[in-house]
């Protein structure tokens, strides 16, 4: 069913979750129209160029995780989507180990003693808890896992990615990273071998021949460039009993038919005029974002590893993952270059933002080269990106908060909220391609004709 409304939808911000709003809302016959700040489209969906090199945003990879969407994707880039194949590792103890972990890599990297210690502590681990005391991600990982393996590799990386302990953390913010490390694979690979190994769920996926960032291109141009306003300021959105008026940006005032926001919670309600009520603005600020530091090193190599990403859960290192564009794409480095991209998270004021970029990049350099990854010999040239607010913080009382905010946001009748920032969800690409499709779904049916007379 294609919608009979010919007023402009606005979408405010256009990331990919509004870019993925756009391009379902304009393929139901609606005429979208997004205000986005920076210069150009895509958010963190961006892909970056220095010299013949490219490098996303953070380690992206589009997963087959919902077919409907995959299928759609694949429609929308052709050729362009390539199905790249892939592993992954974590170091530990300066030893590269299979990630997701693999009991049999761990049984011969770790060593049989080390491993019938965690495996025993996972059975007692599982044998002693219930899934009901699972609240927080560190209950869950002690339970799922056992200390020993629950302390090296997950409850130590999301401290760090987080910024918050493990004992506040909501379970969700782990992101399956240990998922197939079970009692019975432990033992099914003790005994049946490499024919039984886990499967490595990062290992296949889909991505892009020049980058994540093409995705965002495919739907900046499906939807019209004509359609998508950057470099626009929104100084404030107006509202008048239960629904919101108008959008003034930049000296303009555009009426306000339907809204859809990306926006942070705090950022969208303190642009609203009249002012929301104190509690639920402070219920927003309350809401915290982790921010990014992406350090880029050039090199002279062909390239680092076969990985598409290691991670690194030991706080000796400040970064949590590191990702080379290459393994994704062959078209990102010329033939006999690579570059590789550390991801550092931050808040605004950790002593790491204050220090000079160059000071960054030579530590960075320093420890990545102490794991004989590359030698700073090699070393072509180096980038910093700061990405602020790239992940929202999942903490326990975070979910009151975020209701209580999307409870005063449900009261207007034409605004919608998607997206990683504008729902404080940990999502992906798919699950914002997914929020799209079903809003367009959903604001088709309230446009129908049907639903007009329904209402009459």
């Known amino acids: ?16 979750a509004g870019l993925a709003a756009g391009y379902y809302l304009s393929h139901s016959g609606f005429r979208p129209l997004l205000l986005e700040a920076a210069d150009e489209p895509g958010g963190f969906a961006r892909t970056y160029t220095h010299r013949e090199f490219r490098y996303d945003a953070g380690a992206h990879r589009f997963h087959d995780k919902d077919p409907e969407i995959t299928s759609d994707l694949k429609r929308l880039m052709g050729p362009r989507l390539l199905h790249a194949r892939a592993p992954s590792q974590i170091c530990w103890k300066n030893t590269f180990l299979d990630f997701p972990l693999s009991p049999l890599d761990l049984i011969i990297k770790m060593g049989v003693g080390d491993i019938s210690r965690a495996a ?16 927080t991600l560190e209950t869950q990982a002690l339970h799922r896992y056992g200390k020993a393996i629950a302390n090296s590799f997950l409850i130590g ?26 009692a019975r694979t432990v033992f099914y690979e003790l005994v049946k071998g490499k024919r039984s190994k886990t499967a490595h769920l990062d290992g296949s996926f889909y991505y892009p021949r020049n980058g994540y960032g093409e995705i965002a ?52 309600l303190s642009l609203l ?34 990985n598409a990403s290691i991670y690194f859960p030991s706080l ?67 980038k910093i990106h700061y990405l602020s607010s790239a992940y929202p913080v999942l903490e326990i009382g975070s979910e009151a908060l975020v209701e ?11 605004l919608h909220t998607v997206g990683r920032a504008g729902r404080f969800e ?11 499709k079903e809003l367009a779904a959903r604001l088709t049916d309230r446009h129908s004709p049907s639903a007009s007379r329904d209402s009459e």
């Open 217 to 268: 291109d495919h739907l900046a141009e499906a939807i019209g460039r004509d359609n998508i306003l950057t470099r626009r300021t929104i100084s404030r959105i107006s509202h008048d009993r239960g629904r919101l008026v108008s959008i003034h940006i930049d000296g303009v005032t555009l009426d306000a038919d339907e809204v859809v926001s990306t926006l942070g919670p705090l950022r969208f």
């Open 426 to 436: 940990y999502k992906h690409v798919h699950d914002l391609m997914k929020q799209g």
């Open 1 to 16: 069913m294609v919608t009979t409304n010919t007023n402009p939808t606005l979408i405010l911000g256009a990331g990919p």
């Open 120 to 135: 025993w502590d996972l059975v007692r681990a599982r044998c002693s808890r219930s899934k009901e005391q699972d609240h």
């Open 157 to 182: 990386y999301s401290e760090k990615l987080w910024g918050v302990p493990a004992n506040r953390l909501l379970p969700e913010v782990s992101g399956g990273r240990l998922k197939g490390l079970t």
């Open 316 to 382: 000796q290192f400040p970064f949590t993952r590191l990702h080379e564009p290459k393994n994704r794409s062959p078209e990102m480095a010329p033939p006999n270059q690579t570059c590789v991209v550390v991801e550092i998270p931050c808040f605004p004021n950790d002593p790491i933002c204050l220090l000079p970029h160059h000071v960054i990049a030579e530590n960075t350099i320093e420890q990545i080269e102490s794991l004989n990854l590359f030698k700073g010999s090699e070393v072509i040239d180096t």
């Open 404 to 414: 209580s905010v999307m409870n005063y946001l449900r009261g207007f009748e034409n």
């Open 273 to 306: 005029d009249p002012k929301p009520p104190r509690d639920i603005l402070d219920a927003a600020s309350s809401l915290k974002f982790r921010d990014l530091l992406l350090v880029v090193v050039f090199l002279n190599r062909p390239r680092v590893s076969n």
